[in-house]
């Protein structure tokens, strides 16, 4: 039966021999005198039955713990069952309860198995443990306990939590758990509890960081405990609690010491009638401490220092006997009468940890089977230690307090002795458990066995994306080594600063990071060995160009290079060029970078490595796609693609997938794009969340729907991408939200939310001193976007101003679409300032380059607005728009099924064809001294009395374009300071609205 049946069941059996009680387990507190009463008799009577029948005894212990918390702590009560109905409404939650050791943290949550059981919710349980748990046990612990409840297999999630293929990413990895509780979920609701959270490690802590975000519509109850005490500054539950407190369904539970009440019932509760008085006593001596309360009494009962009066209630000890006022006394003295056999069991065990296996402990303490079976059954009556699972020996002890108590007691020496011994078996008997060993040898100051251990156990957590945990063991590794004396030059050393600064980076840990590979790179130089030499100089270029130190990284980039050079490896050597072709693509120097690629293909056969050929023709299709060569961008793209599928890297098969769709949507295969961007964008969103690729592929779709002319959609897009990006880390997420700022302020001035497109554009300009990366690429298009708002402020001077640095700068960098983009609008600012010859020469200009590139969309794009200015100056538009409905009847005609037909097809686009006259470009609005809409715009604020600041807010801009405008007004207006610009406005009649 289960806990909730056993329960029921009992009080069955109490109900049939006291037919006149009448209990109701779910009021909190007691309704009156009489169920107290009845309560209390219910106790009496379930003890007696669990003493015959141990069955019972988890019931009983129920029951106990209900009577007692219905005492001072019932409003606790009453706070988990309202979270634990609002879970079975759907509504997710999470209860941290917190206190000081022994104050009955556990014992409040569990009461809730019954409860849970009761209402059809399953009740899972994960311990954290101090010492020794493998990386993400907690959350192992919980897979395996929900498995088992719900009967749903996890075997298709990733190591460690099932047997799937092997996860990608953390995130991915995260994010497969997060899908599998909410599938869990929605067939039975479930109450979780993590106990003894202050000893999980940052990687669990973000687990539940990350699943209470990611579930809050779930019917999932998070119950956490936590030492209050242990979560000081510097422990990683103390970073952790605000963040589970901050916008969430969040509640903190406080446990205080027990009060003089709470103390009577805790007595009646497990020895039934009693005086007064020995409730005072108790209270007096454990003051309000649940813990030491039980052990106190358990104690005065083993020692027979209790008796009781002519009614049988227990008196308290006489006075003058001396009881010792510490836990660890108590503790103590309980265990040493017990027997020498006992007291050897268990002190061995405490070196083992909380949890311990009994075929270890044989080993250790080397008694008779039939002795240490006695034995096992006096700790387990004791209530000492409980049994963890019957079929694999495992037991651990009733209290983390006992096993802490038991081991601080041990001589350090004789501790020692025993790690040494517990690490040699452990050493012995595979599989071997590196976290185990590395833990015993570390304890044991066996400093040699320790490094290479804390080592592997490293390398292991890492590999399970358990970051922090890998750190750790790294960090240990490397005191053992200064601790064993051999901490000079070693390839011990330079494996251990690799794999550290390897952590350092996906933590996104750069400085840290960088100083593990130059400690790398001079042990490797101490010690003549140029591979590691190489391997450290590589790994440093990828470090400072995350870092955006470009001119550090490409001196490192050559350093490598020689290095690999010297040493004939034409792996490296193409290793090191991979680097320096990175380097130089976001840096925009695409001639220099063509002689790395061929150097890359020469040593590339060597290189049996399918991501980095995967990432190299992905750098090799960015470098076609921005020189307009879209053919060759497909084919890299391509290729990138391919191998990112031979190495069933989900980073690098989005990588490909992604590129390949920028290729197409600019060579005007948009089907075939969109086809593509769906096939991985489902998989990641779903899969991860938090992968750095999902804002561009969010992006990608915006800029394909505005390519097709559906800016609402395209603006849908592009401000999920924007969401996205505040969940990636890196030097990266400048560049993507820079590119989610851009096209939101573009798809807004397509649809003609000027004020809306220029706040975005401010907001852009707000990161302007952020972090760089790539640069050159959103600098462009930020330039371009100032062109087309100041065309949509009929501002067409500062237009035509911007369109020629666009050019300017896109021809610097070879940017051939982004040249006709500069023509295009160069010509429409000219049309509107009735500049009709220059227009249309500007307009045929860029007709030329997006034709000579076989740009997709610019094509009939530039051509309608040619066909326009034509007209304008009398000459035939027949031609630019024949051309111009031949590109768009292609264009249908490769939509044609695709869900992607009905947007083309109500395109604005479309509706200029129809309607070849147009509606023209607005004039240009004429002001006095030449000043344009905007500076007009300022201009009135400024006689406000607005500062910069003030009118930055205004406008939505930056304060340094504020000024820019002002040094821009005062100069047209001859004016020397703002008082005098002010009355220049009013002379003017600038000032009305």
């Known amino acids: 039966m289960s806990g909730f049946e056993l329960v029921r069941d009992l009080i069955r059996q109490f109900s049939a021999q006291h037919p006149n009680t009448a209990l109701d387990l779910s009021s909190q507190p007691f309704r009156g005198a009489t169920e107290q009463r009845d309560f209390a008799q219910l106790i009496d009577f379930a003890r007696a039955l669990q003493d015959a029948q141990p069955v019972y005894e988890a019931a009983y212990l129920h029951l106990v713990h209900q009577f007692v918390l219905r005492g001072s702590r019932a409003n606790l009560l009453a706070a988990l069952e309202r979270r634990l109905q609002a879970a079975v409404a759907g509504q997710s939650s999470l209860i941290l309860i917190e206190g000081v050791s022994g104050i009955g943290k556990t014992s409040l949550a569990l009461v809730q198995a019954v409860r849970a059981q009761e209402i059809g919710a399953a009740f899972v349980v994960g311990r954290c443990h101090e010492h020794g748990a493998t990386p993400f046990w907690l959350w192992q612990e919980v897979v395996r306990a929900v498995e088992k409840r719900v009967g749903i297999s996890a075997s298709h999630l990733a190591a460690p939590f099932g047997q799937g293929a092997k996860a990608e990413s953390v995130q991915h990895l995260l994010q497969s758990l997060a899908n599998w509780l909410g599938v869990c979920a929605a067939v039975q609701p479930l109450v979780i509890l993590l106990d003894d959270l202050h000893w999980a490690d940052s990687d669990s802590l973000e687990v539940l960081n990350r699943l209470v975000e990611q579930l809050e519509q779930h019917s999932i109850l998070f119950i956490s405990t936590y030492r209050s005490d242990e979560a000081q500054h510097g422990h990683p539950l103390y970073n952790y609690v605000p963040l589970f407190r901050r916008n969430r369904a969040v509640e903190t539970l406080r446990l205080q010491p027990l009060t003089r009440d709470d103390t009577a019932q805790l007595v009646t509760a497990y020895r039934g009638p009693f005086h007064p008085h020995l409730a005072d006593y108790l209270y007096q001596r454990a003051e309000g401490h649940p813990l030491f309360t039980i052990e106190l009494l358990h104690d005065l009962f083993d020692q027979g220092l209790l008796t009781q009066d ?175 004396g051999t901490d000079g030059a070693s390839q011990s050393l330079m494996n251990i600063y690799e794999e550290q600064g390897r952590t350092y980076r996906v933590l996104d840990q750069l400085v840290e990071a960088e100083a593990d590979y130059n400690r790398m790179h001079d042990a490797a130089r101490a010690l003549g060995d140029l591979k ?82 995967s990432g190299m023709f992905r750098q090799q299709a960015y470098a076609a796609i921005w020189s307009g060569h879209y053919a060759d961008g497909k084919a890299h793209a391509q290729q990138c693609l391919d191998y990112g599928l031979k190495s069933g890297n989900l980073l690098y098969i989005s990588g490909g997938y992604q590129v390949l769709s920028f290729a197409q949507i600019e060579a005007g295969d948009y089907a075939d794009a969109y086809q593509n961007i769906r096939t991985v964008l489902d998989q990641t969103e779903q899969n991860d969340p938090y992968h750095h690729q999902l804002p561009r592929l969010l992006n990608q779709m915006g800029y394909l729907f505005l390519e097709l002319g559906a800016a609402d959609q395209a603006l849908a897009w592009d401000q999920r991408a924007l969401a996205a990006t505040q969940v990636n880390k890196g030097v990266s997420r400048y560049e993507m939200r820079r590119y989610c700022l851009l096209n939101i302020a573009t798809d807004l001035l397509h649809l003609g939310r000027l004020s809306d497109a220029q706040a975005y554009a401010g907001q852009f300009e707000a990161m302007m001193d952020a972090p760089d990366y790539a640069r050159f690429r959103y600098h462009n298009r930020y330039l371009l ?54 227009a249309v020469q500007h307009l045929r200009q860029g007709v030329a380059d997006a034709d000579a590139i076989q740009h997709g969309s610019l094509r009939w794009k530039i051509r309608l607005n040619l066909a326009q200015a034509l007209r304008s100056i009398g000459e035939s538009s027949v031609e630019p728009v024949q051309a111009a409905t031949v590109l768009i009847s292609q264009t249908r005609h490769a939509l044609a099924g695709s869900p992607l037909q009905d947007v083309f097809n109500d395109s604005y686009w479309l509706a200029q064809l129809d309607n ?49 405008h002002i040094t821009n007004i005062l100069n047209k207006t001859g004016c020397e300071n703002r008082t005098a610009a002010s009355a220049f406005a009013m002379k003017h009649n600038l000032l009305s609205t």
């Open 310 to 484: 002519a009614s049988g209630q227990w008196l308290p000890p006489d006075q003058s006997i001396p009881v010792p006022r510490l836990l660890k006394q108590v503790i103590i003295q309980r265990v040493s009468r017990l027997g020498e056999a006992a007291e050897s069991l268990l002190l061995h065990a405490a070196v083992m940890g909380e949890t311990w296996a009994l075929d270890l402990v044989e080993h250790l303490v080397e008694l008779p089977e039939d002795t240490l079976l006695k034995t096992l059954e006096d700790l387990l009556k004791a209530d000492l230690i409980r049994v963890v699972s019957e079929e694999d020996e495992l037991y651990q002890f009733s209290h983390g307090l006992i096993r802490e108590v038991l081991y601080t007691q041990q001589h350090p020496r004789r501790r020692k002795r025993l790690h040494e011994r517990v690490g040699t078996i452990l050493e012995n008997k595979p599989p071997l458990d590196f976290v185990r060993i590395a833990h015993h040898f570390y304890e044991a100051d066996i400093w040699q066995k320790a490094a290479h251990f804390c080592y592997m156990a490293g390398r292991e957590a890492a590999r399970s994306f358990a970051n922090n945990r890998a750190l750790d063991w790294y960090h240990k590794a490397l005191d053992a080594l200064r601790r064993s």
């Open 532 to 613: 590691s030499e190489g391997h450290a100089l590589i790994s440093l270029v990828n470090v400072r160009i995350a870092q955006y130190r470009t001119e550090a990284a490409e001196q490192t980039a050559q350093q490598a290079i020689q290095v690999a050079e010297q040493l004939g490896d034409a792996q490296l050597q193409a290793q090191a060029h991979a680097a320096m072709i990175y380097l130089l693509l976001i840096r925009g120097q695409f001639d220099a970078h063509s002689y790395h690629v061929e150097q890359f293909r020469q040593f590339s056969s060597a290189l049996q490595d399918h991501e980095t050929h």
């Open 785 to 838: 976007l100032l062109t087309e708002l100041h065309l949509a402020e009929r501002d067409f001077d500062r237009a035509v101003t911007f369109a020629q640095e666009s050019r300017a700068f896109a021809q610097e960098y070879s940017a051939a679409k982004n040249i006709a983009k500069s023509h295009w609008f160069e010509g429409l600012a000219l049309l509107a300032m009735q500049q009709r010859e220059a």
């Open 916 to 964: 070849p006259a147009q509606q023209p470009l607005p004039e240009k609005m004429v002001y006095p001294a030449g000043l344009t809409q905007r500076e007009v715009e300022i201009l009135r604020l400024v006689a406000s009395g607005a500062t910069n600041q003030q009118i930055a807010d205004a406008l939505t801009i930056s304060p340094r374009t504020v000024n820019t």
